[in-house]
């Protein structure tokens, strides 16, 4: 039946109220003739999203407080205590388009308990009988996908653990949220290597993660087992001129015993024979003096031997022929494949002993990933920053700081649960807390912090929606975590030497990069003369409260080139209005109809369908 022309009879019809017309009109617009079809349920969230602002405060408290790294240099990763629906539309302001990596794992609608997987919707536990199972949680599951993609940077790559009772469901969700080009595999986790035998039928032994990227196409390849091969040929090549080389002391390793050896040419059989230049003391596996050689060498020159001992490569002298061989290592990377490589991505068992036996000594969260997995994952592809939203005992974090450990990297971690029963506090953070410091085994050994990481931790509050002068000064007074978070700067300074009152402004400053905050404009002719007495640097990012978009650039023209100015709370209000929940007006008739009929042609023109072959956004 065409929907546009039952929406107009609907329009037309008399006998029904304002009321009655729009439900009938909202039964269509939410029918689908392509993918999934579910009955959107609104949440508590999103009812309050329609009124209210949410921002966010750091928490600095006797239980919850920032961990600062002495390293000026350390990355910031940021914990946010508060319903995952309000921090992802938190995000789009601070994170639109710079996600590289999202990583999550969902409750999996088990109708268990909600410690087994099982789904709390609007405070009430979701039961394996309850009539909207699937449809409460795919309306809960595509509302925060369609914020995550906006997050998602070009190449950027969502991971989803999930379980056997909504994968199907949530493959087809990713199909038609990011488009069917754009899912790149299910991949297989072994979960456990001692699966339960109660069934008569089967032994599930695994669960999935689901890939999915925002633009398949800007994604080059990805890492998976990186294995190394190594050999250690030597140095001699009979067709090479006879040349002297030097390897410099401690840099030549070898397996003759202590002592020195005398100069001179060196038996080696029928072989080209090597000429020891000088004579050579071996102390513990190594040549604590030079090692000059004559012989026909493959190296030529002292600056190509520096170049291999920077890259690495070993030299080694085997015997008293004096021969030298070198041994490098070289990297091969093998795809991901299907079934995830369990020796290196570990099982629930590893996971469970990782945190409640060894972090906690007790059992604090049920089925937690293990951090390799995680790790794994990550590492597909090269990342500066990391989200997870369903962040439950931060096992996220825990393998980001692992891999920056690892590797030397920098990346950044965003974690974001609700704090029912304390465990944002209690096992979130507290976990990455002893991370970061450091912890006990249950046997006594120490393990060490991985101190190079700075930890914040921030909590959701709401201000009202309302667009009152009172409520905007409110939301700009509100919005420093906010900024902060945006532009990766944490450190309150002196600005030009003076102390801020914050009342009126507060000043940011780190490695270069500098932020001013002015919340009272009547300040602004003040900070400008302060800013021409500083010294020129990169650019100060100020933000400044405004009623409209005007950011005071007149009052900036003589500082023009030393600042970027950005009015607020416009910016917010503008990255917020693409994401918020819209008001509900009281009549929709008229409104409904037209959206109805909009809908309809792009539906006949395929754009809702899974045959569109082509990746990215549209």
């Keep these: 039946m065409n ?96 996600i590289d990596v999202i990583y999550i794992d969902p409750p999996y609608n088990t109708g268990n308990t909600d410690r087994d997987g099982g789904f709390v919707y609007n405070d009430s536990f979701v039961g394996a009988d309850e009539d909207y199972k699937h449809s409460l949680w795919l309306s809960f599951m595509a509302k925060r996908l369609k914020l995550a993609k906006k997050l998602l940077s070009k190449s950027g790559l969502l991971f989803i653990s999930i379980g056997d009772h909504e994968m199907s469901q949530l493959v087809n969700l990713c199909k038609e949220i990011f488009l069917e080009p754009n899912y790149i595999e299910t991949y297989i986790w072994v979960s456990t290597n ?58 030549v390793r070898t397996s003759l015993p202590d002592g020195t050896y005398s100069a001179g040419l060196k038996e080696n059989g029928r072989n080209p024979q090597w000429e020891l230049m000088a004579d050579a003391t071996a102390e513990n596996g190594i040549f604590i003096t030079p090692v000059i050689l004559k012989g026909h060498s493959y190296w030529a020159t002292d600056k190509k031997i520096r170049e291999e001992l920077a890259a690495g490569t070993e030299i080694w002298v085997k015997s008293e022929s004096f021969v030298p061989y070198y041994l490098k290592t070289k990297e091969s990377v093998n795809r991901p494949t299907k079934i995830l490589p369990g020796d290196i991505v570990k099982d629930g068992l590893f996971a469970n002993t990782e945190l409640n036996a060894g972090i906690f000594h007790e059992k604090v969260f049920n089925n937690p990933k293990p951090s390799p997995l995680v790790q794994f994952l990550i590492n597909f592809i090269p990342s500066n920053t990391i989200l997870d939203f369903f962040a439950g005992s931060g096992t996220t974090l825990h393998a980001v700081m692992s891999l920056n450990a690892e590797d030397g990297g920098k990346r950044t971690c965003i974690l974001c649960t609700n704090n029912e029963n304390g465990i944002c506090e209690n096992v979130t953070y507290e976990r990455n807390k002893r991370v970061i410091e450091g912890y006990t085994k249950p046997n006594g050994d120490e393990v060490a912090g991985l101190a190079d990481n700075n930890l914040h931790y921030y909590r959701t509050e709401f201000l009202p929606r309302e667009r009152s002068v009172k409520n905007m000064r409110e939301l700009v007074q509100a919005s420093t975590g906010l900024l902060c978070i945006k532009n990766d700067l944490y450190t309150e300074a002196p600005f030009g030497g003076r102390k801020m009152n914050p009342k009126y402004a507060r000043y940011f400053e780190n490695a270069g990069q500098r932020m001013l905050v002015i919340y009272e404009e009547r300040a602004i002719p003040f900070i400008a003369d302060i800013i021409k007495t500083m010294p020129e640097g990169e650019k ?56 109805i009929e909009e809908n309809e042609q792009q539906e006949t023109a395929g754009l809702f369908g899974f045959d569109n072959e082509e990746g990215g956004d549209k």
Aim: hydrophobic letters at 35%; aromatic letters at 8%; charged letters at 30%.
């Design 540 to 595: 100060i990012k100020v933000y400044v409260f405004s009623h409209g978009s005007y950011a005071y650039d007149d009052e900036f023209a003589e500082v023009a080139d030393r600042v970027e100015l950005c009015a607020l709370p416009q910016a917010i209000y503008d990255a917020y209005q693409k994401v918020l929940p819209k008001r509900k007006p009281k009549f929709l008739v008229d409104d409904l109809v037209v959206e």
């Design 3 to 98: 929907k546009t022309e039952l929406a107009r009879k609907i329009q037309a019809l008399d006998g029904l109220s304002n009321e009655e017309k729009t439900a009938l009109l909202e039964l269509i617009r939410g029918h689908k003739k392509y993918g999934l079809v579910w009955e959107d349920k609104p949440e508590d969230i999103e009812e309050r999203l329609r009124e209210d602002l949410p921002v966010l405060v750091e928490r600095n408290d006797d239980k919850v407080h920032p961990i600062i790294s002495d390293n000026p240099d350390a990355p910031n990763h940021i914990i946010i205590e508060g319903d995952n629906y309000a921090a992802l539309t938190e995000l789009s302001y601070t994170h639109s388009g710079k």
């Design 194 to 251: 001692r699966p339960d035998n109660s069934s008569p039928i089967l032994r599930r032994n695994a669960e999935f993660v689901l890939c999915v990227a925002r633009d398949a196409k800007a994604i080059k390849e990805f890492r998976g087992v990186v294995s190394a091969t190594s050999g250690m040929p030597s140095l001699t090549k009979a067709k090479e001129k006879i040349k002297t080389i030097t390897f410099p002391a401690n840099s």
